[in-house]
């Protein structure tokens, strides 16, 4: 078998596999999930590429989030499972800033360089300290939204 024939079917296997998880059956113990959508706004105007996550105050294995589009909106999902698990959640919000390119690194960028700079205040990205919170429901729509600074 050639290498370009090994990466051919090493890449028809992922596409395959990510095709499956949408559609796969959950795993036991998963929670029913319900569709939810967060928009973001700040200074009047969508927040675009924000990372959304919904944090519990249970202790739950599952994970939670999405990112927000050019309208401001994160679709959520629960892993590869469209919408969240029914409950009560702290919503955290973060958007970081990359520094450019350092072009004196030999990889163009690397660790060496400043790091990425949060466009935003700490407390939207702590449970603790966030002042943004939604209630996930069966039956209801789910939509919610929120300003940040």
């Known amino acids: ?3 370009h024939t090994l990466v051919a079917l090493i890449s028809i296997a992922l596409i395959w596999s990510f095709v499956g998880c949408s559609k796969s059956k959950q795993p036991d113990g998963f929670p029913p999930v319900y569709p939810c959508e967060i928009t973001i706004t700040m200074n009047g105007t969508p927040l675009v590429g924000a990372n959304v996550s919904l944090s519990s105050s249970l202790e739950s294995p599952w994970f939670s989030g999405g990112v927000t589009d050019d309208k401001g909106v994160a679709k959520i999902n629960t892993y590869s499972f469209v919408g969240a698990p029914e409950g009560e959640y702290k919503v955290l919000v973060s ?18 360089g ?13 449970a603790e300290t966030t002042p943004h919170s939604c209630t996930v429901a069966k039956g209801s729509p789910n939509k919610f939204e929120f300003t940040v600074e």
């Open 1 to 3: 078998m050639t290498r």
């Open 95 to 112: 958007k970081y800033e990359l520094p450019p390119p350092r072009e004196d690194s030999p990889n163009g960028g690397g660790g060496d």
């Open 114 to 126: 400043p790091a990425a700079k949060s466009l935003l205040q700490q407390k939207f990205r702590s």
